[in-house]
């Protein structure tokens, strides 16, 4: 009897070990016995992109394949799933030491295990990634178009904060520049550090360039603002780089202003004193501003002499005559960005209107610097053939 109790437990184990499923993906041993844990969904592996950048401002792909229990069931949230290997089976575009593919180790709330890959370079091309669990053989995806490129900058140029607004920069003046950092489909790239470089056109000053910060960090909407600003006219190149990647280049043209209005008028009916002005403005006729005097105005006088035949003066040059009192100066902080200054010559002691021919055409000048030396090489006006001259004796 014993003989036919033996024979009938090896059959029950020989229909034990025909019924354990081939597609095992998470076994055990136990003596010689295996049993199965966990399996993969038929559904296979799925991928897509994500909107999130890696650390270094590529795209990531998330792969991803459903777990099974013993129950033909998702498994739990936060199920370790021990001896998962995913790996890169194919890929063309690029080498596979140019891809990065980071598994993760727990299953989400819907059972899935996920592996995200990308890459430390830039190109295009097709991956194929498998995963396997255990004994099984491995489960592959489907062929997926992958492309990788760095993030960049979408730029925004304000324009300046002036009444009435300019959308020229002003030499002195701090230009605002904000940017919108995003990658190449338009996702924000927060807190990646961006490093700014300047360069100028030919004959142009780089020392006259300041941009500030030379280094700054995007916030969580991906925004960067800087300053540009220039003391002399020319044409600044700004050129951004994330992670040591250039990817962003702008230039913006810095102008001296324009002027036009001049006038020369008296003060009190006196010849002796004068209002001399001018006003400022943009190519576009827009008024210049000099908000919180920004601009450095300069106000010098130049002078020429009456010829005694004909009626005309001859070659105007720069005065520094001490007869002549500069007082109330204005630097275009208004509106209108009006300049002004008014003078007294005080040689003309009676102030009374010069008797036909005067002896000087006096004209006032304006510029922009630091220094009159400066000023007088960045002119915003200085016309010695102006018919609005201030004509005083010699």
């Not at 993906?25 to 992109?49: L, P, Q, Y």
């Not at 002004?340 to 040689?347: H, I, L, Q």
């Amino acid at each position: 009897m014993l003989s036919y109790i033996g024979k009938a437990i090896f059959l029950l184990f020989f229909l034990y070990t025909l019924l354990v499923p081939y597609t095992i993906t998470n076994s055990f041993a136990e003596g010689d016995r295996t049993f199965i844990t966990h399996s993969i969904s038929k559904n296979g592996i799925k991928s897509e992109e994500l909107t999130s950048l890696s650390a270094d401002g590529y795209q990531q792909y998330q792969f991803m394949a459903t777990i099974l229990d013993t129950n033909g069931s998702p498994v739990k949230a936060g199920t370790v799933i021990k001896d998962a290997h995913w790996n890169i089976d194919k890929i063309t575009g690029a080498a596979k030491s140019d891809v990065i593919l980071t598994p993760e180790t727990k299953t989400d709330g819907n059972g899935n295990l996920k592996a995200i890959l990308t890459s430390t370079q830039e190109f295009s091309g097709n991956v194929v990634v498998s995963l396997k669990v255990g004994t099984q053989s491995p489960v592959q995806s489907a062929d997926s178009s992958v492309e990788f490129k760095p993030g960049s900058l979408s730029g925004i140029t304000p324009h300046l904060a002036r009444t009435p607004t300019s959308p020229y920069a002003v030499i002195y003046i701090k230009h605002p520049l904000e940017f919108n950092a995003t990658d190449s489909n338009g996702n924000v790239l927060s807190n990646k550090t961006v490093n700014w470089e300047i360069s100028v056109g030919q004959g142009g000053d780089k020392s006259a360039v300041t941009i500030s910060p030379a280094s700054s960090t995007s916030g969580h909407d991906g925004k960067v603002s800087i300053t540009l600003t220039s003391t002399k006219p020319q044409t600044v190149t700004a050129t951004a780089s994330v992670d040591g990647r250039k990817i962003q280049t702008m230039d913006v043209k810095f102008i001296l202003p324009e002027s036009f209005d001049y006038d020369a008028s008296q003060i009190d009916n006196s010849n002796a004193k004068q209002t001399l002005s001018v006003k400022m403005q943009d190519p576009d006729g827009n008024a210049i501003v000099n908000t919180n005097g920004e601009i450095p105005i300069q106000t010098w006088l130049i002078w020429a002499f009456k010829q005694h035949t004909g009626d005309k003066y001859g070659p105007a040059t720069v005065t520094t005559d001490p007869r002549f009192i500069v007082s109330n100066k204005v630097i275009g902080d208004n509106l209108e960005g009006q300049l002004s200054f008014d003078v007294t010559d005080s040689k003309n002691t009676n102030g009374t209107a010069m008797v036909y021919p005067p002896n000087y055409q006096v004209i006032g000048c304006f510029g922009v610097g630091r220094s009159l030396e400066e000023a007088q090489t960045q002119v915003i006006y200085c016309d010695e053939s102006s018919l609005e001259g201030w004509f005083v004796p010699e």
